[in-house]
Every structure is written in structure tokens, then in C-alpha cells.
């Protein structure tokens, strides 16, 4: 059942998408098929500028729906696995273009979390915002003892509008699933049901305060990335208090080349952050878009990363780690037979996958990769091609590889950038190597072994307790089962006992009788009465029998 706020929201949704020339989804959605003829009397409809793709119409359209639907369609934008390639590239192109609410109502909702005054908390708070996103905005700061700090502010009812638009977007996913002509092999459910995830744990500031926590204690004291201090005691589920970093951001290249920045160290060290955070921390920052990520100079041959932003985080468990390693290693060494047998180790296809067909899937799609430079190989492609060919052999969706994958889009994206001669096979592979080795080494086996003493340890000692409770019970099911074959003994004794005494009981009243009817001096009735009752008891044990 549709709520009159859903009904109005998908009214103005669908406005939006009729204005931006995308009629057929509005005419694919049977539930405006009473009313579709009036698509055609729309101006929008008839004046549209045609020469617009689809993919930039798109675009258009999540814009003007406002700040979840961009941030859904950023979120879109890394599935391409799923969407057309003019799609997605055109959605990785948005960009929050939220207008910041008021000041003073990021004061009152900082009031309202942490029970005080903003002047019993800060020396100074500035209510114009230094940013302005579709979850949240910033505010500078400064504490009592003077260290500056950023204030972020979760937007006014964002919860709220989220739940309501993601209502809406399932509504609009589910009418496309049935009935648009690509709405199965897209799979718009499944997509906005990885947003939903995402989006959700966005809300919770205390969660991203937690991501960045574990984050700085993974690079600490490492000169390739930098992550600001949370200040707990300020920290709410809406609101998070950050050290403020000062960088340049790093879509300012022009900055950065004026400054004198190492750019090759700049974007071979991105690489490297990437692969340490994936491999060797299992613990990756998700959202590395440009507008997360600054760059210190203060050192220009020898540049910092500095992230901002934690609330989408990635992990992977040991085996993807794993496989995807190897998975990496073997097609650049054009394995591709390693590559589907991987593939269906990993459990990311069926068991059932005939290898031979596999791998012949993966060298028709991937060979023609390798016409090119190694340097101009993007690790990112390769990655999607592996997905794109995998789906025909029914791989299962990995959510944890669809944020890998996406990161990995932004940090190559963003490498290439700054140094179009990146190489990131050459920066990759001494490490993917190295991760490997460590891996299967004795000292890694060692480590391994050694972190599972204690479960062994305890398991040592649970031992004989555990023993001596498995021959109780089964002494105790013994006992039981013995007890009972004697009692169906006995049983079985009694029966025998009771048919013997149905049988002489009858012979001798049927034997009786029939001595009574041939002495004939007993009435008839009479002595046919004990051979009759004699020959009924005969019977019944014998069929009792």
C-alpha cells in the first residue's frame, strides 16, 4: 500500500524524469499506465533536447531529485558490472551540490547532543560551514586550550528523508524489476539494497568516529597517510568532533605543481596506501573520492596523504584476501587457467563450473588487454572484466569485492590524474608478491599456529571433561536401551504365557463339550455352550498370534 507522502514524492520523481527526457521509465511503470497518454501532451516531451544520452539525462535527473538520489546514483555509478559503461561513467561525474542549512541550526543540534552551551565547548565555532554534503556539513572550530578542530553536523531530519526516500526507491526498483525490459539483468533491487546498507551506517557518526579511530592506529607513524584525531568526549551519534588538518586538496593539482609536489611519488604512494589498507591491514577507507582527500606539502618531495571522511569502511575475510591476491598475480602472468580455478576455489562460482569453459571465457575477454603498455592497464578494468565474465558463469554478488572494486576505481582514477604514467602494475606486484610469500611462509605458518594455541590450549583441557560426559551418556543410552529390550522380553513372555492359556482353556472347554454332547444326557444348548466358548477362545489366540 503506497502512503500519500510516497504518492506525492513518486509524482514528483516521476516529474523530474519526464522533464529530463527519461518518459520510458515512467511508461515502463505499470502502475501510471492509466494516465501515460499524457506523457505525450507534456512540452518536456515534445522540445526535449535529443542529442543528450541517456547517461547524462540520468545524471541530470538524480541531481534535480536532490541530495540521497546523488548519493545513490555515486553509489550506481561503481556498479559496472551491472550498468552500461555510458551509465556509469556519466553517474561517477556527480558530485554533492548541496546547498548548507543554517548555521544556526547546526548550533542547536550541537546544543542539543551534548547538553551544553557551544560556548561552554568551544573558544569559537563559525556557523558558516566549511562543507556542504547530502548526509552532513562541517563547521570550524576551536577548543579551550586552542587546538582547532572541525565540527560535523548530521543535515536536520536526514534519517527521516533517507527512510522515506529509500521507500521510494525500492517502490521504484521493484516496478522496474517486473517491468522494464532491463530491469532483471540490472537488478535494481539488489542495488538499492547495497545502498541501503551504505546509507544507514552513514547516520551514525560514532561508527565513522570508530572507522577513523582504527584507521590512524594502522598508519601510525607511517609517512603515507594521515588521518585527524576524533575527540571522543565530543563525539555523538549526530555529531563528531575532528582534529582539523590543513592540506591541499587534492583536485587542486595546479596547487600541487606550484608547490613543487613529487607527483609520481604522490600517486605511486596512493597505490601503495591501497594495497597496504587491502592486504596488509584488511581494513580500507571506502570512500576515497577527491573530495576526501588532501595532500601536505609542507615536505614536497616527500607529500602526506590526509583522509577526512571514514563512514564507509571495507574488510575482507583471509580467503578473498587471498584469491584476489593470487587472482591478481595470475593474470598478469596471463595464468588464466589459475584464474578460473581460483574463481571457483573462492566459492565465487558454483563448484559445478567446468574450468576448461571458465578459462576460455576469461582469455576471449581479457587477452585483448594485454595489447596495450602494462603502465596503460587499468587494475580497475581488469578487475571488472573478471566480474563481468564470472556472471555468466552465475558468480554470486560479493558486496565486499563491490567496494573493493569501487575504491580501487577512485584510486586509479585518481593516480592517473595526478601522473598519467602510472604504473601501477609496477607498484602493485613487487607487494602482491611479497604479501604472497609472507603468506605461505614458515614464520607467517608459525604466527598462524601460535594464534591458535589458546583455542587448542582450551580445547586440551575441555577434553577429558568433554570424554567423560560422552561415555556417561552413552553408558546412560546403554542402560536405557538394555532396560528396555527386557522389558519387551518380558513383554513378549507374557503374550506366549496369556495365548498358551487361551489355547488350554479352549481345547479343554471345547473337549468338554463335545464329551457332553455325545453322552446326550445334557440338553443340547447346555453342551453346546463350553465347545462353542472353547473353539471362539482357539481362534482369538490364534490370530492374536
Known sequence: MISARQSLRLLRVNVVLVRHGLDEIVLATHLFRPVRYLVYLSPFYWFRDKSIGRGERIRRALEDLGPIFVKFGQVLSTRRDLLPLDIADELARLQDRVPPFPGVEARAMVEAAMGQPVTALFAEFDERPLASASIAQVHAAKLKDGREVVVKVLRPGVERNVRADLDVLYLLAGLADRYWKDGRRLRPLEVVAEYEKTVLDELDLVREGANAAQLKRNFEGSDLLYVPEVHWDLTRRDVMVMERIHGVSVRDIATLRARGTDMQRLAENGVQIFFTQVFKHNFFHADMHPGNIFVGVD?????????????????????????????????????????????????????????????????????????????????????????????????????????????????????????????????????????????????????????????????????????NAILRRLAEDGEGNRAAEQEQLREAARERHRHQYQAVAGGALLLGGLVLLGLGTTPLWLAAAPAVAGAVLLLWGRQSA
Open 299 to 467: 615536505d614536497p618531495k616527500k607529500p602526506v596523504y590526509m583522509a577526512v571522511d571514514f563512514g564507509i569502511i571495507g574488510t575482507l575475510s583471509p580467503r578473498d584476501q587471498h584469491y584476489l591476491a593470487e587472482n591478481f598475480l595470475a593474470f598478469f602472468k596471463r595464468d588464466y587457467r589459475r584464474v578460473a580455478e581460483l574463481h571457483v576455489e573462492s566459492g565465487w562460482v558454483p563448484a559445478g563450473t567446468r574450468v576448461d569453459e571458465f578459462e576460455t571465457a576469461i582469455r576471449t575477454v581479457c587477452e585483448p588487454i594485454f595489447n596495450k603498455p602494462l603502465k596503460d592497464i587499468s587494475f580497475a578494468q581488469v578487475l571488472l572484466r573478471l566480474f563481468q565474465t564470472a556472471r555468466r558463469f552465475n558468480m554470486e554478488v560479493q558486496p565486499q569485492l563491490l567496494l573493493l572494486q569501487k575504491t580501487l576505481f577512485n584510486i586509479e582514477g585518481l593516480g592517473r590524474e595526478l601522473y598519467p604514467e602510472l604504473d601501477l602494475w609496477r607498484t602493485a606486484k613487487p607487494f602482491l608478491e611479497e604479501w604472497t610469500r609472507e603468506r605461505v611462509s614458515p614464520r607467517a605458518t608459525l604466527k598462524r599456529l601460535l594464534a591458535g594455541l589458546p583455542v587448542v590450549r582450551e580445547f586440551i583441557l575441555e577434553t577429558p571433561g568433554r570424554i
